[in-house]
């Protein structure tokens, strides 16, 4: 109980501290997790509208496999990702392997399918009639994707915890394509298994605080806008 005791304590120092290193692979994890998220809600939200606007010949496939890839295993997408930009790879070229960009490409694998399945699932609970409604109102096709959006924000949002979430917490992937390389591919969850596996369970502990402090933070501002859009959305009284 002292051990876990210490972790916490010295977590919160070297959070409130400043230390250079902790910091830079901090700063790191989020900036790497952050931009994977907002590439993956790039990619997800308009691929999720379409699966769920749209009928066509292996649509039931295409669901199937986002909703596989939404539990798709980080350590097998760290490993067929190693293999395409390993050196006689197809995309060896590239040399991005053990760089922050492998990571980037890992987990937005990893998120891609969380927020397209949400996202599915969003639009069709959405009554068919609406999209109906305003299509006879005039709007054009775009219009039509962004009142949908609108519609849907909520669940949305939700769906970038989730990626988020995916991604921040997840080691096997970016250890695997990252290598855990010091002041290059270090991230919070690699460095906590390294420690780990050195022994320095305080330090482990520390690492530990600091990731779930930021997984906390992260998910508490989402999701304080998300009740305050919500609570917006209800009728005065």
Known sequence: MDLLWNGIQQGISLLLGGDPEVLGITLLSLEISGSA??????LGIPVGMFLALNRFPGRK???????????????????????FLWRSGPLGSLDLLYTPAAIFIAQVVIAAPIVTGLTLAAIQQINPRFQLQLTALGASHFQVLVELC???????LAGVMAGFGGVISEVGASMMVGGNLKDSTRVLTTATVLETSKGNFVVAIALSVILLFLAFAVNLALT????????SAWPPR
Do not use: C, D, H, Y
């Open 150 to 156: 609108r519609e849907t924000r909520l669940p949305l």
């Open 224 to 231: 304080l806008i998300q009740q305050k859009r919500q609570r």
């Open 37 to 42: 998220t907002m590439a993956s809600l790039l």
């Open 61 to 83: 496939l295409a669901v199937t496999l986002v909703n596989t890839g939404m539990g798709l295993p980080p350590v097998v997408v760290g490993l067929f990702i190693s293999i």
